[in-house]
């Protein structure tokens, strides 16, 4: 009875050294920051490194000391799903046990908000979180940093503001108070949430589907663009323009591809090996050539009426020529190819050593098979008609 007639005379008639000493202890305990939601007092104590040894030591000796050997047979399946880590978002509120009111507040010198007085229930923070999304600060960006709240946590104030768990820490521990970043209220209560991420989820799900919807039709439109002429006259020679030219592309792919290339030289080879048959078989032909066969031959250049050799250009028959010719020139004969065409012998035995040379200095390695079948009969070809022959010497044509 005497505490509370002393405690009632205390709050009805004040004297200036009790409301002094009030403002001193609210004062006192405001500045030693025990109460921050997120941060740990600036003034706290930390343990020595001495100390933190000892510590971890003995931590390490009772290890040893509990420990006890067991024998894995495998017989016992571990539960590893128990051992996991618990990913669900669960809500959960972040401050202990509110802090007695000061002197000053129960005195009502310094006013106090119903934070401070008790812990909130679960109905009062649904009609909080009930606020502040009808207020979108889940879907708004946070206030301290302006950046969405996406996978991070957050948390919701007992004033019904809505921040980063991150950045309220931040600014918790850079002004040194408990105070509302937004409405600069006093002692709030802090409760982790989740809207924000759910929120971040349910847009990055109607964008992705935004994306992908715009992405089907599209290529819809563009293969019923493709398939499908239009009535237009312009557009449909249009159309029908791109469909030759992605034909031609077509074509142009496959003609280059490797397939194709290796498909021609298949052919090419086939196609060698025919003609170097033919060339045999003319050969043979030639070099075996009978009398009957020579007298055609000669029958058919005297019918041509050459007067003049192709490659020294000078008459061929030196006795009706002797006036103009040399005397070295004298007693030439002349050389008669399966091809009815006509030469100085000299000439071609000096354009078939010409044409031996140049066939020997093109092969770096040179065999005797390579210069037997080199120098064989039916190996030239003709000055004039490119063909392969083999040739007779006549005295007068």
Request: with cysteine; proline share 4%.
């Amino acid at each position: 009875m005497e505490r509370q007639s002393l405690s009632h005379k205390l709050h009805s008639n004040p004297t200036t050294a009790l409301v002094a000493v009030a403002y001193q202890d609210h004062l006192i305990k405001e500045m030693a920051l025990g109460d921050l939601s997120l941060t740990d007092p600036v003034k706290r104590k930390r343990p020595s490194l001495k100390q933190a040894l000892k510590g971890q030591e003995r931590h390490r000796i009772n290890a040893i000391k509990n420990c006890k050997s067991t024998l894995d047979t495998g017989r016992k399946r571990k539960d590893i799903a128990s051992k996991l880590p618990d990913k669900t978002e669960t809500e959960y509120i972040l401050d202990p046990k509110p802090r007695p009111l000061t002197l000053a507040q129960k005195m009502g010198l310094i006013a106090c908000n119903e934070d401070q007085r008790r812990l909130l229930t679960e109905q009062e923070w649904k009609e909080l979180k009930l606020a502040s999304t009808e207020r979108e600060d889940f879907t708004n960006p946070c206030v301290i940093c302006k950046d969405e709240f996406r996978m991070e946590d957050q948390v919701l104030l007992s004033c019904s503001h809505v921040f980063h768990r991150a950045c309220l820490k931040a600014f918790e521990r850079f002004t040194g108070k408990k105070t509302c970043p937004m409405c600069r209220r006093n002692g709030y209560q802090t409760r982790v949430v989740h809207d924000g991420t759910k929120a971040y989820r349910h847009r990055s799900a109607a964008k992705i589907q935004a994306y992908w919807r715009g992405y089907v039709v599209r290529k819809w439109y563009l293969n019923l663009r493709r398939t499908v002429p239009p009535k237009n006259p312009k557009l449909r020679k249009t159309f029908y323009e791109n469909k030759l030219s992605e034909i031609t592309d077509r074509l142009v792919a496959m003609a280059a591809s490797d397939h194709v290339d290796r498909f021609l030289d298949n052919i090419d080879e086939s196609i060698q090996e025919s003609r170097n048959i033919f060339m045999h078989w003319d050969k043979m032909r030639m070099s075996n050539m009978c009398e009957e066969e020579w007298l055609k031959v000669s029958v058919t250049a005297s019918a041509r009426g050459a007067t003049e050799c192709p490659i020294c250009l000078r008459n061929l028959n030196i006795e009706t020529d002797t006036a103009n010719t040399s005397a070295s020139t004298q007693g030439q004969s002349i050389a008669l190819l399966s091809c009815s065409h006509v030469f100085h012998a000299t000439c071609l035995n000096a354009l078939e050593q010409f044409s031996l040379d140049e066939t020997t200095q093109d092969q770096e390695h040179i065999t005797p098979q390579t210069v037997t079948r080199t120098t064989s009969p039916c190996s030239f070809k003709c000055p004039v008609c490119r063909a392969f022959y083999t040739k007779r010497l006549v005295d007068v044509f």
